[in-house]
């Protein structure tokens, strides 16, 4: 399970970019509903994909160009198992990656 640190709240111009992504709090993956759980800009993007779970992403290979990084959660009543889902962009809202991450046991 991922457990959001601090959620950062900065703008800048990869927020711009992609306007509200991510900030309509839902999102579909694979017929599954999901809720925005958490949304890291910049610097802390960065540390956020580098960070190993449970704390973060354990994602190297998009850090050095994420600048904005949604985290998605399955909604519970959903059937199956629990997941994360997460969507990097970089700073001109190019999308960098997507990353399925098993959730709580």
């Known amino acids: 399970m991922?457990?959001?640190?601090?959620?950062?709240t900065g703008g800048g111009r990869a927020a711009a970019a992609h306007g509200d992504q991510g900030q309509s709090g839902e999102c579909r993956e694979q017929?599954?509903?999901?809720?925005?759980q958490a949304t890291y800009r910049g610097a802390e993007a960065q540390r956020f994909a580098f960070e190993p779970p449970p704390y973060?992403?354990?994602?190297p290979e998009v850090a050095d160009e994420a600048d904005?990084?949604?985290?998605?959660?399955?909604e519970p009543h959903e059937p199956g198992a629990h997941f994360h889902f997460l969507l990097a962009y970089d700073a001109e809202g190019?999308?960098?990656?997507?990353?399925?991450?098993?959730?709580?046991?």
Do not use: D
């Not at 991922?2 to 950062?8: L, N």
């Not at 190019?94 to 046991?105: F, P």
């Open 2 to 8: 991922i457990r959001p640190g601090s959620i950062a």
């Open 31 to 36: 017929g599954n509903a999901m809720r925005l």
């Open 56 to 59: 973060g992403a354990g994602w």
């Open 68 to 74: 904005v990084i949604f985290v998605y959660e399955k």
């Open 94 to 105: 190019h999308e960098v990656g997507r990353k399925r991450v098993a959730g709580r046991a």
